[in-house]
């Protein structure tokens, strides 16, 4: 690349509200807490310039890093063209088919043999306006990982680590959690990104651990339910359910579970969820 090639990418403006990461030590510490991961996979979303990319090119065993921008994703391929364990994949993440890219291959089926793929860690800086969205969708395919360290914006960090009964517990804790461990790691300035943004960021580490099969519900019914729960934040869970329960369901189901119909969701803890949920079930059944 030309010098002046060079000091245009640096001053191209992030057309997708990037803020690339500035700082080494910063950068360290991230690939430090996703562990030991020199027999790893690593998917990295939004590499960027890529900070991270290149301390995990030398210790990943794999690497598949997916760059949405165009022209970045095409300087990241030059950079490390060289390097076999590193698949730069110029797309977005929302869209890509994660089977295709984790799930069976063509060739591993043999009967008699299950596929259980191996659990491979991700690691990204989250663009602010669809952190939830790209969270989300990780969390559908959770199955594919072990371990999620993100970077996003300190307010989701700390609605990601809430507890129940807390002002900033809300659809996004309760999802999170149902999911695996959630850890709040550091917080970075504004001045560690460039641009830099207006709030501070914080490194969050989710553990992979379901608790589908120890609350006993099954997965799209309860998702689906829990963002009934928290479809309107200021009404009280009675009056969120009541639009798809019948009242005397709801009032037999809320007196068996133990929850009283004034409270609101953000109050419950999701074993009481969860209860309040199977009970209904059982009643509409």
Known sequence: MTKDAAVSTRSRKPKMGQHFLTSESAAQRIVEALGDISEATVLEIGPGRGAITDLLARKARRLIAVELDRVLSAQLRMKFNLRPN??????NILKIELDTVFGLKPGMLHTGLSFTPEPARVVGNLPYYITSDILL??????????????MVQKEVA????????????????????????????????????????????????????????SLRVPETEFINFLRLCFGQKRKTLWNNLKT??????????MSKS???????AEALPLEKTAALFRALRNGSS
Do not use: C, W
Request: charge should be positive.
């Open 86 to 91: 590193v698949e730069i994949i110029e797309g």
């Open 244 to 253: 798809q329960y019948d009242e005397n369901t709801l009032r037999e189901a």
């Open 137 to 150: 969708r990780l969390l559908e395919y959770h199955r594919y990982f072990s371990t999620i360290v993100i």
């Open 158 to 213: 700390d609605r990601m680590a809430a507890s129940a009964g807390s002002r900033d517990y809300g659809l996004l804790s309760a999802t999170v959690q149902l999911y695996g461990r959630v850890e709040q790691l550091f917080t970075l300035p504004p001045g560690a990104f460039a641009p830099a943004p207006k709030v501070h960021s914080s490194v969050v580490r989710i553990t992979i651990k379901p608790r589908l099969e």
């Open 258 to 264: 133990g929850v009283k119909p004034a409270i609101r």
